[in-house]
């Protein structure tokens, strides 16, 4: 089977493992401490000294103290496990509904029906302004960074990614807004004498709803784009993941006008349903569970006028075809492994694209299983901060204790009902069940049959199942029928040459059930530039560096004939005009 993951934790003995692995520790090693703040109506206020202002004490994902003597890999006492801790990092304020109603009255104070300072300042100005946060921003990335580790557990290199892809991705918005023909300053003829002006405005006021696994990244895709286009914001932070955001408040108080961003924290069912009842919220953000998003949006007044955009569940499959396997060898071996590890267990699988069911012809299932639990043996399990030989733990702490007890309901589910755990270990959580740990050892599955819960439920998590499926139409039954319509993987090796090339009869079907098909690769939303979508329940909405800014937006034009004093009246509307000034 090979041997059995490896597990670093500084100069700590491994755990399942006669193997010791020095591994290299960071400055993360030391927690975080983030203040608890508020930041409404432009104001940054210390939480801790407002008697009003109930505080939420936040712990780290996991971790092992520096004492732990036990856990010395020195001491030669290598089947001793480490202790795990559980660090408060921070406090969050937790706000009420009568105070998240006094946040909404800054919001409306902002946005005045569209007439407030920002929904009128020159398109320009408002570039200038998200420069400057983007500025400030950037000057907290370390601090940002470390929190990331500290509170979902990410590794160094994947939460310097992620906030390093925040800012490329507020800059290739700003270049397209800058660059392209509908946000430009030309009048265009169009039929007869009728010229016309059109750039896009403002919706009104955004409420932004984020998700914990890539808290600072998914939720500036969003928010840039509608403060660009000169929205009011209100961000709602997550309960996981929300203390990046309190390091950011300084930033958007020196670059944006009073109200026009304002922060939200606490528990989404006290503070989002009085938001959404007024009526007053014009635009809906929301990545995360289509459960909640229905019901805020059911708690709309008039549903009708909300714009919403929605990234929701996924249960991404990768289909393996037959022609993959050849005499018993799978073809290019190495290449469709490696993007299958990284399909299914980058950030330990808390990815909405992340691979969460693998079709497998039935006759080659078993030994692919095999195979793919030899990959998951040799990744790297441990903190997120630390590494051996220049390379960071690939395994990390799930962010909680109720995802460890989702994923064990799930594998102990399918384990009953006839599936076993492939991989050496699988399952096992590092510092034993009753431990404060959550880091947990990847569970290959196999096999993995309709009955099972995790054959339809989206994990979320280090789990990898593994379906045999006996004929393709099972497969293209699965998609056909599913609740989720996000992203697929086919990995072939199939060629023009091949006689009946099912791969196309996939591309064609899978056309009108997925938002993206991924030839030879794991799922993803990169690059920026092109569209992120789904349909059924994974989104509403399409997500990319161009439709980001017409999701928060309206296209909005001014219109004249051609003829008597309109060119007069125009020329001297255009000199005076916020809307219509040039962008450069």
């Excluded at 856990?71 to 706000?95: E, L, N």
């Excluded at 509904?97 to 408002?126: I, K, N």
């Excluded at 160094?156 to 800012?167: G, S, Y």
């Excluded at 944006?256 to 009526?279: A, D, I, K």
């Amino acid at each position: 089977m090979g041997a059995p993951a490896t597990i670093l934790f500084g100069a700590y003995a491994l755990w399942l493992s006669n193997n010791v692995v020095h591994a290299s520790t960071d400055q993360a090693l030391l927690p975080p401490v983030v203040p608890p703040k508020t930041f409404f109506d432009g104001v940054v206020q210390d939480a801790s000294q407002d008697g009003h202002v109930k505080l939420s004490p936040v712990s780290g994902c996991c971790t092992v103290p520096s004492d732990d003597e036990c856990t010395d890999a020195a001491s030669g006492d290598s089947d001793r496990t480490p202790r795990f801790s559980r660090a408060v990092i921070g406090q969050m304020p937790q706000f009420t509904a009568e105070q998240t109603m006094q946040v909404l009255q800054s919001a409306l104070r902002a946005w005045d029906g569209g007439a407030g300072v920002w929904p009128q300042t020159p398109l320009s100005r408002r570039i200038h302004a998200v420069q400057t946060f983007l500025h400030e921003f950037h000057r907290k990335r370390r601090e940002i960074v470390d929190v990331l580790m500290w509170e979902i557990g990410k590794n160094r290199p994947d939460a310097e990614a992620e906030f390093d892809r925040t800012v490329q991705f507020a800059r290739k918005a700003i270049e397209y807004i800058q660059t392209s023909q509908e946000f430009g300053s030309d009048w265009n003829d169009s039929d007869g004498d009728t010229r016309l002006f059109l750039r896009r405005a403002a919706v009104g006021i955004v409420l932004c709803l984020g998700p914990y696994n890539y808290p600072i990244n998914e939720t500036y895709a969003a928010l840039i784009p509608a403060l660009l286009l000169g929205n009011v914001v209100i961000l709602k932070i997550p309960t996981i993941g929300g203390l990046a955001h309190l390091l950011t408040m300084e930033a958007f108080a020196k670059a944006f006008p009073p109200g026009t961003v304002n922060l939200v924290s606490g528990s989404g069912r006290e503070t989002m349903p009085p938001l959404m009842e007024s009526g007053k919220i014009d635009s809906l953000a929301f990545i995360g569970g289509s459960r909640a998003a229905d019901e805020l949006i059911k708690s709309h007044p008039e549903p009708h006028r909300l714009k919403v955009f929605l990234q929701l569940e996924a249960k991404n499959m990768g289909v393996y075809m037959s022609d993959l396997f050849t005499s018993g060898v799978m073809v290019d071996q190495e290449r469709i492994l490696k993007e299958t590890i990284a399909g299914t267990l980058s950030f330990n699988g808390q990815r909405c694209t992340a691979l969460k069911l693998l079709f497998v012809p039935t006759k080659q299932a078993a030994n692919f299983a095999r195979l793919l639990a030899g990959e998951v043996e040799k990744l790297t399990v441990g903190l997120p901060w630390e590494s051996a030989d220049g390379k960071y733990s690939q395994i990390t702490p799930l962010p909680n204790k109720s995802r460890i007890e989702y994923m064990k309901a799930l594998i102990q589910d399918a384990v009953s009902k006839g599936a076993t755990i492939i991989n050496e270990n699988g399952g096992k959580i590092v510092g034993g069940d009753d431990s404060e740990s959550t880091l947990m050892i990847p569970a290959v599955l196999y096999p993995v049959t309709p009955e099972m819960r995790i054959y339809e439920e989206e994990q979320f998590g280090p789990v990898v199942p593994i379906a045999p499926y006996e004929s393709i139409e099972d497969v293209l039954t699965y998609a056909k029928e599913g609740k989720y319509g996000q992203q697929v993987s086919i990995f072939t090796a199939a060629t023009e040459d091949t006689q009946h090339n099912g791969v196309a009869q996939l591309v064609d079907r899978f056309s009108t059930v997925f938002g993206k098909i991924n030839i030879n690769s794991q799922c993803g939303r990169s690059p920026d530039t092109a569209p992120f979508s789904g349909r059924r329940s994974s989104a509403m909405g399409v997500m990319s560096v161009m439709e980001a800014l017409h999701e928060f937006s309206i296209p909005t034009v001014v219109s004249y004939k051609n003829e008597g004093l309109n060119s007069g009246v125009v020329n001297g509307v255009e000199k005076f005009s916020n809307f219509l000034r040039p962008v450069m």
